[in-house]
Every structure is written in structure tokens, then in C-alpha cells.
């Protein structure tokens, strides 16, 4: 008997752009962060931050923030989320999809520092392990300029 695979969902363009205008602008925090989205589809997202001055956590090391860390872990993790619940509910307009944002809010947050985080710039991916009518979860990993992980998070978030 064959076996088969439906096709991959793919958001639509004006989703994706309206996506990268909240997580990168109206977001004003990840936008003093200096987050950047690479991709975004409903199995993952992928973002980038740039090493700068205002970032530093250690001086002497010129050591990226652990809360810098956190928060974009934190972010990327929910833009996950995000990602799959639209494409449960591709039924739905993107603008409705977009306008779930509003709900969404961080449960629980876990970081695990693993190696000082020193680099020009850094990679951070999350992928969604399970979205719900009421919660949805994540886990994410944070990656030095030569794909060293040098933290993890999983993350549970609020979406109703």
C-alpha cells in the first residue's frame, strides 16, 4: 500500500511580512535587541542578532548579556509557536491569523547557559513541540558565529 505525505503548508507572503513586522518592529524590544528573522515557516523559525556595544554582559570578555540571551530565546520561541498556529488555521485570513499575537504571553521560560556567548553574531532557531487551543510550547537553541550551541530554552507560552 503507498504511502502518503500531504504537502508541507506554506505561509503566505503577506502573513510572513506582517509576522517580521511585529516580531521586528512593533516589538520595540526585539527591535532595540537588533533581531532579525531569517525564516519562518510552521516547522521552525530562524532569527540572527549582531553582536554590539549595548549588548555586552562582561566587559572584560566582551561577553553578550545572559538576559540578551533569555530575551531573544524567549522570542524566538513564542515566534514558533506563532508560526504553527497559523498554519493550523490557514481557514482563517492572514490579518486574523496576525491578530492572535495579541494573546499570545510567556507561561515559563527555561535557559540553560551553556558557553559564554562570545561572537560578532549569533544564530538563534526554536521549533514548536506542541500548540494547543490554550498552550502551546517550544524549544529553542542559541549558536555562536561558528554553530557552537551555547544555550538552549524551552518555553511554554499562553495563545488564547
Known amino acids: 500500500m503507498p504511502h502518503c505525505t500531504a504537502s508541507p503548508i506554506v505561509l503566505e507572503p503577506e502573513y510572513i511580512e506582517g509576522f517580521r513586522l511585529i516580531h521586528e518592529e512593533k516589538i520595540v524590544f526585539n527591535k532595540t535587541l537588533g533581531l532579525k528573522l531569517v525564516q519562518v515557516t510552521p516547522e521552525g523559525v530562524e532569527a540572527r542578532i549582531d553582536m554590539r556595544p549595548e549588548l555586552v554582559g562582561h566587559y572584560a570578555y566582551n561577553r553578550i548579556h545572559g538576559g540578551v540571551i533569555s530575551a531573544v530565546l524567549d522570542a524566538i520561541g513564542s515566534a514558533a509557536v506563532m508560526a504553527a498556529m497559523a498554519a493550523k488555521h ?70 488564547s
Request: no cysteine.
Open 90 to 159: 490557514m481557514d482563517e485570513a492572514p490579518e486574523k491569523r496576525l491578530a492572535r499575537f495579541a494573546k499570545l504571553g510567556t507561561i515559563d521560560l527555561r535557559v540553560d547557559y551553556l558557553r559564554p556567548g562570545i561572537g560578532e553574531h549569533f544564530t538563534i532557531t526554536a521549533n514548536a513541540l506542541r500548540v494547543g487551543s490554550r498552550v502551546g510550547s517550544s524549544r529553542m537553541e542559541f549558536y555562536g558565529p561558528d554553530g557552537t550551541l551555547m544555550s538552549t530554552g524551552a518555553a511554554a507560552y499562553i495563545v
